[in-house]
């Protein structure tokens, strides 16, 4: 959605912008040829493999450039670090870029045929083969349906839990058999998308912590704006977006308080201003491009 996140941060010549997510560096080409020569940009991304392709792709702009591999929800300390205060935009793409699921040894895909790894860096020693051999079917079901929105949640990861008592979960392709068959035993018509697509997405949230990196990120990045400064969220499932909406609406009331309140006591000031009033989809013609963006949502909001 780079046309759309153009349109919407508008960024000028001689400003400033933090891309919290590198990814495939689109977004912040995009950027860097509109805010270049006088502005500067700081990228952020937990993932090496993306620094080193972002780092490539702007080779031509890599004095204006700072790249840091770091997880986003540390975004007020690494721009401390930096020097990047009161920017006049942020941007966050909260999705996987093509090189993640391209890159079969880390699980990313069901498609993919390496081991369940999950990780975005290696930060961390949790890896969602940890979670499918360790947790409880309770754990398991939580997981499923509250971060995949899985309809199946408890089914799946009873199976789960028959099959690793005979030999361990260590393969995508392990994975994508045991929800097929739950799938099949349910559900008689075929799935407009993969049976595994909901399982895939919630292990890879628990692994990351990113529903939690994202709250922790929000009120950061606004802290960092300039007046006017914009904020760019894009989400691909609801529980993301339902995370950013309510952080945006938060932050455009006065008051907190509940209803019931006669007067306000939270001393709450709104700080945002919303520019999409609902999120904004990709174009027809970019989904016929890459099918994965049928269900990015795109919110912005600026600084008052």
Not at 77 to 103: E, M, P, R, T
Not at 175 to 192: A, F, M
Not at 205 to 217: G, H, M
Request: aromatic residues 6%.
């Amino acid at each position: 959605m780079i046309e759309e996140v153009i349109h919407y941060l508008n960024p000028q010549l001689g400003d400033d912008f933090i891309d919290c997510t590198l990814g495939g560096g689109g977004h912040t080409l995009a950027i860097l040829k509109r805010i270049s020569p006088q502005g500067k940009l700081l990228g952020i991304d937990l993932d090496a493999k993306a620094i080193q392709v972002t780092e490539e792709l702007i080779k031509g702009y890599k004095n204006k450039v700072i790249l840091v591999k770091d997880n986003f929800k540390n975004l007020r300390k690494i721009a401390d670090v930096y020097k990047f205060d009161k920017v006049d935009g942020i941007l966050l793409d909260l999705g996987l870029s093509s090189g993640q699921l391209q890159d079969h040894q880390r699980g990313f895909s069901f498609l993919a045929e390496g081991s369940l790894d999950m990780r975005f860096g290696q930060q961390t020693e949790l890896t969602a083969e940890k979670i499918l051999n360790s947790y409880s079917q309770k754990e398991l079901s939580e997981i499923f349906k509250n971060f995949g929105e899985e309809n199946l949640a408890w089914q799946i990861s009873k199976k789960i839990i028959e099959v690793r008592k005979d030999q361990p979960i260590s393969s995508p392709k392990q994975l994508v058999e045991i929800i097929t068959d739950i799938y099949k035993r349910h559900y008689r018509g075929k799935s407009k998308i993969n049976p595994a697509t909901k399982i895939f997405q919630a292990l890879r949230i628990a692994v990351n912590e990113e529903i939690e990196n994202l709250k922790q990120v929000l009120p950061q990045a606004l802290s960092l704006l300039k007046p006017s400064g914009r904020l760019a969220v894009i989400s691909f499932h609801s529980l993301e977006d339902r995370t950013v909406k309510e952080f945006f609406r938060q932050e455009s009331r006065d008051c907190l308080c509940p209803v019931a309140f006669p007067v306000c006591q939270c001393n709450h000031k709104k700080s945002l201003k919303i520019i999409t009033k609902k999120p904004i989809g990709p174009t027809e013609l970019e989904i016929s491009q890459n099918q994965r963006a049928r269900s990015a949502k795109l919110r912005v909001a600026e600084k008052i």
